[in-house]
């Protein structure tokens, strides 16, 4: 574990690339962190790169079995923030700092499908969060995947897990795609102190989203592979919208162009930092 | 509150283990209890029951309890509202059923069929029972699960036993799969389960109708309540095998799909 760690650090230190970084090589080196970032705190605006490697599988109704082999590399920003809680009386949001949330990954590639994560309320520098699901006739609860993520005080992070079928990603029990399961790596850099990416003086940015950035998905079945590329969250592409400017980031910034035929406008998600 | 013996259960379906009906066959591949392709359960058709129940008064009510399994993918559920004393269509019964979608089947090491299964929407189906006519009415929400989608974390087993021409089964209600698991539950009391803003305004809303949702079905007694598809809460250990009430299979109709009348008052 010392050496992947060691592996990824250098990775992640290495110099910045100068070229903007478009979809075959979304799992290019990130850059280094910025020196204005607190990299012993937590909190904040993560920047992360991370591959990810699914298993789908379809059974006919005479029980023959398609295999789909999914390999996802991508780049999203997540944000680290502080517990907060609802104060009914004041009708507030009491901040505590001390008690930092996991990293956002809702808009990973197959976060839908892992079922909902039970993380632990208090953590300093790691934490492990913990996917399952329940039968309440039998009282049966099954574990179905572990991610484990690391801080490691300089403002870089790593993450893996490793997931196995949940009811989330059931599509139909005949002739349909179901998760069987993946396994996801990440290695990320702090870009941010401030937890948000619409309200943040760091940003120059049209996004208000917690997790978002781009990927591209190499789908294999059958020694044919399908390559596409697609930014995250999917909702952006949602209602008959297609993508005009291939996302890419360069450095620490990210960039895309969707226009939706509907409703005739183009609509640009970009993020800058100053 | 909510784990289930199978050794008990296992004791208590031996005799109807040895006879456990031949039309069922397992040809396919059982490698995961809860996801897979294997049809076990190949008898379709609807099957009906009546239940009984005493209330907080110690009256006994009764309804009537339909189960329609037309192929490997998908089992309908249909309740009619209690009825006082004994079960009877001489009057109109309100029904409602809701679709489960199956996930997998597997043959339990006593015999019992086991079909998981998930609700993707809440999508219910109210009707009318009246002099041996079934009428659809129009769908009422449930305003309890408003917040949709249902609990993806959440699968149920229907579990059957076959024995001649009746089915035993647990009771499955469309509620099962909103709830959490009882670690998932204490975890999200014990944390807030607050991430954002909007996560907050939208998880106090939940919870505060959920908790209080919870703390009925734990509590109170046995008794019927003015919503009809709440009820079957009140029957005890209903996911259970029903040993008492066993369903017998039914000849529907296209104007007739849930026919009460031809089910056995017990």
């Not at chain 1, 699914?54 to 996802?72: I, R």
């Not at chain 2, 809860?34 to 049809?39: G, K, Y």
């Not at chain 2, 490997?72 to 309740?79: D, Q, R, W």
């Amino acid at each position: 574990m010392s050496a992947k760690l060691l592996c990824v650090t250098s990775l992640v230190f290495n110099t910045a690339s100068a070229d903007p970084i478009y979809a075959e090589d979304f799992d290019a080196a990130l850059p280094p962190v910025p020196d204005t970032v607190d990299g012993t705190s937590v909190i904040g605006t993560w920047l992360l790169t991370f591959t990810d490697l699914a298993t789908y599988e379809a059974t006919d109704t005479d029980g023959n079995k398609s295999v789909a082999l999914v390999k996802a590399v991508g780049r999203v920003y997540s944000l680290v923030q502080p517990k907060a809680t609802y104060d009914v009386e004041s009708q507030e949001y009491i901040y505590d700092y001390s008690r930092p949330q996991p990293l956002r990954l809702s808009c990973l590639p197959f976060d839908d499908e892992d079922g909902t994560p039970d993380t632990p309320d208090t953590w300093e520098n790691s934490y492990e969060s913990h996917n399952s699901y329940y039968n309440p006739s039998t009282g049966v609860e099954k574990p179905t995947g572990t991610l484990s993520v690391t801080f490691n005080g300089d403002g870089t992070v790593q993450g893996e897990g490793s997931y196995t079928q949940h009811p989330a990603g059931f599509s139909g029990r005949f002739l349909r795609d179901n998760l069987i399961s993946h396994t996801l790596t990440f290695s990320g850099i702090k870009i941010s102190d401030t937890p948000s990416i619409a309200d943040n003086d760091d940003f120059d940015t049209t996004i208000n989203a917690p997790c978002f950035g781009a990927i591209q998905l190499k789908k294999k079945r059958q020694n044919i592979t399908a390559t596409s590329t697609e930014i995250l969250p999917s909702y952006w592409l949602e209602s008959n919208k297609q993508t005009l400017t291939p996302p890419y980031f360069d450095n620490y910034d990210f960039y895309a162009e969707v226009f939706s035929a509907k409703e005739g406008r183009t609509y640009i998600h970009r993020l800058t930092l100053k | 509150m909510m784990s289930r013996k199978l050794s008990y259960l296992a004791l208590a379906f031996t005799s109807i283990v040895v006879t456990s009906a031949c039309s069922e066959k397992d040809d396919h591949d059982t490698t995961d209890a809860d996801f897979n392709s294997a049809i076990i359960f190949n008898d379709y058709g609807t099957y009906g029951r009546t239940v009984y129940f005493k209330d907080i008064n110690d009256e006994l009510w009764c309804y009537y309890d339909l189960m329609t399994i037309s192929n490997p993918e998908t089992v309908t559920l249909t309740l009619s509202s209690p009825i006082k004393g004994s079960c009877s269509t001489n009057q109109d019964l309100t029904t409602v059923s809701y679709d489960l979608t199956i996930v997998g089947e597997s043959r339990s090491d006593n015999k019992e069929t086991h079909i998981t299964t998930i609700i993707e929407d809440d999508i219910r189906y109210r009707g009318v029972y009246s002099a041996g006519v079934y009428q659809q009415t129009s769908e009422v929400n449930n305003p309890l699960i408003f917040f949709k989608p249902f609990n993806s974390d959440v699968l149920v087993s229907l579990r059957l036993i076959k024995k001649n021409e009746e089915l035993f089964a647990n009771h499955v209600f469309f509620s099962d799969y909103i709830m959490p698991s009882p670690t998932e539950l204490q975890a999200r009391v014990d944390r807030g389960n607050v991430q954002t803003i909007e996560e907050a305004e939208e998880l106090y809303a939940v919870f505060m109708i959920l908790e209080g949702y919870l703390d009925h079905m734990r509590y109170q007694e046995p008794y019927p309540v003015t919503e009809t598809d709440y009820f079957p809460h009140s029957v005890v250990n209903r996911h259970n095998i029903y040993t008492d009430y066993a369903y017998q299979k039914l000849s529907p109709s296209e104007g007739d799909p849930y026919p009460l009348n031809q089910i056995r008052v017990e």
